[in-house]
């Protein structure tokens, strides 16, 4: 049986994907755009704006499957950008834990749908692997 509010998480996210895709982007690009750019870069390469700000260039997105012997570390990638994991041979975390930000709630739970901690957890879930299915498409070959 369905809850109401995974009805609403579903809701939620296909209001946020149609309007994303009327302007030509997936939600994955989106989330890269308005979340990762600024470091990485547009092409993934660590060349962002920001980079020479910090104390460690950012890493070049487009080498991780290449790095990993061919195979996407999704797990790896995930817990990196949700924050459970830390990189620690990059010695302090530069890096923002970005599913920090994507369970952050809005004023009004109720007016945005959330009806559960279980519900913010299972949107900001879906915002991290969206983002990952983008990085999955910019690997160099």
């Avoid at 260039?57 to 991780?64: A, R």
């Avoid at 797990?75 to 970005?98: A, Q």
Wanted: with cysteine; charged share 25%; proline share 4%.
């Amino acid at each position: 049986m369905l809850r109401g509010s995974v009805s609403a998480i579903i809701a939620i996210a296909s209001f946020g994907v149609a309007s994303i895709d009327a302007h030509g982007i997936s939600l994955g690009k989106f989330e890269y755009r308005n979340s990762c750019v600024q470091c990485h870069g547009a092409s993934g390469k660590g060349d962002g704006w920001l980079g020479g700000f910090l104390n460690k260039p950012p890493s070049d997105l487009t080498i991780l499957q290449k790095n990993n012997g061919g195979v996407f570390p999704v797990e790896r990638v995930y817990k990196i950008i949700e924050g459970s994991e830390d990189v620690l041979v990059h010695g302090p975390r530069e890096m923002p834990v970005w599913g920090n930000r994507f369970r952050a709630r809005p004023q009004n739970d109720e007016d945005a749908g959330f009806a559960t901690d279980e519900d913010v957890r299972e949107y900001a879930r879906t915002r991290i692997l969206a983002l990952i299915e983008h990085l999955s498409t910019i690997q160099s070959k």
